[in-house]
């Protein structure tokens, strides 16, 4: 029985019994790149609509893994990058390279050299992954992120929609990534349709559906309602929802657009989706935010009523926004007005 299982199981991984592996201190973690969100030698995805910005999410990843520096809230272990560029002009990779260096020295006050963080500019050059693996094997051996943009680039004859198809385009990257030690980030767009229309989001993500399942991590980037910032200023939004294999969840969380980075912003509601139709939740309580500064002190029912004129909503809108207001101290109780029945007057400071 044994000698048919070795002889069945001849150049793969042995078979090894439960308690032993178990047992096994010999196994050991991989080091984290992106401390609790990407091990070394794992694929992340990061899945966003058409024009997104993805580009300069994947160029401040490398950025940041390249100096060890905070990405989107993670921290990232300095390693060699190398960034596979497959659709830029080298004289657009050069700029978008020289912002970004620009904007940790100016903005941040932070140097930032690049020297690990090494280009490979591949435009034109594009062909199927495995008619370009051995080459790939060769450079990216001695690099612990490989950037892969963008991924249709290497599609060759496959079709995206083909999930047989893409699974082998997946288990190419895959094998790439273990024979390397490298991790491997791609990128991904959404389908046609929107993102709003029901569903898990990394469901959205183009394709089959292998590519948001094959990943060990995925990162998926929707647009949002221009907002308002601490400072009164507009912006451009989005929200970020990470799905991990081999972490604890972390809950979905805001970006604004900071040329040439995303930067995070507790003040951004995430709810608010671009496009998102009438399923889509359309009144917040952050729409109460110095809604009332100017009153002084309102009953109850003045506070419904300026509320149901200003958004629109109707009364029952309008008691269960001030209820979430007084939770979130939007709006707060007064300890001296009151009004004729003796009840406290909200007021907003």
Same mark, same amino acid.
């Given at each position: ?13 042995? =078979? ?8 096994? /201190?010999?196994? /050991? ?16 995805? =990061? ?38 560029? !497959?659709?830029?002009?080298? !004289?657009?990779?050069?700029?978008? *390279? ?18 690990? !963080? ?45 999930? %047989? /198809? *893409?699974?082998?385009? *997946? ?15 791609? %990128? ?32 998926? *980037? ?43 912003? /507790?003040? =951004? ?6 496009? %998102? ?73």
């Amino acid at each position: 029985m044994r000698e048919n299982v070795a002889e069945v199981t001849s150049g793969l991984p042995p =078979i090894v019994k439960g308690s032993d592996f178990m047992d096994d /201190e010999r196994i /050991e973690e991989p080091a984290q790149l992106v401390s609790g969100m990407l091990h070394k030698g794992s694929m992340l995805i =990061i899945g966003g609509g058409s024009k997104g910005r993805k580009t300069w999410a994947f160029m401040h990843l490398a950025v940041c893994v390249s100096e060890g520096k905070n990405w989107w809230g993670w921290h990232c272990n300095k390693g060699r990058v190398l960034y596979l560029n !497959f659709e830029l002009q080298p !004289f657009a990779m050069q700029k978008r *390279m020289r912002m970004l260096r620009k904007y940790y020295r100016d903005t941040k006050r932070e140097p930032v050299t690049c020297d690990m !963080f090494d280009v490979w500019n591949l435009r034109g050059k594009s062909r199927a992954i495995e008619e370009l693996a051995g080459q790939l094997k060769e450079a990216i051996k001695d690099y612990d992120l490989v950037i892969f943009d963008p991924l249709y680039k290497m599609l060759g004859d496959r079709s995206e929609n083909d999930a %047989g /198809e *893409m699974a082998s385009l *997946m288990n190419e990257m895959e094998l790439i990534s273990v024979e390397c030690d490298a991790s491997i980030v791609i %990128g991904a767009h959404y389908r046609k349709g929107g993102v709003a229309d029901g569903g898990k989001m990394f469901d959205k993500i183009s394709g089959s559906g292998v590519l948001a399942r094959h990943p060990d991590a995925i990162l998926t *980037m929707t647009d949002l309602d221009s907002q308002v910032d601490d400072e009164d200023n507009e912006r451009e939004c989005c929200v970020i929802e990470p799905v991990l294999r081999n972490f604890p969840p972390r809950d979905k969380f805001g970006l604004y657009w900071d040329c040439p980075c995303f930067e995070a912003g /507790e003040w =951004i509601n995430t709810e608010k989706v671009k496009g %998102g139709g009438a399923s889509v939740k359309k009144f917040f309580v952050e729409d109460l935010k110095g809604m009332f500064k100017a009153d002084g002190a309102m009953t109850y029912t003045e506070c419904y009523k300026k509320i149901m004129e200003k958004l629109g909503c109707g009364d029952r809108t309008a008691k269960k926004l001030v209820g979430e207001a007084r939770e979130n101290k939007i709006l707060l109780e007064s300890e001296l007005e009151r009004d004729a029945k003796g009840n406290r007057k909200l007021v907003q400071l």
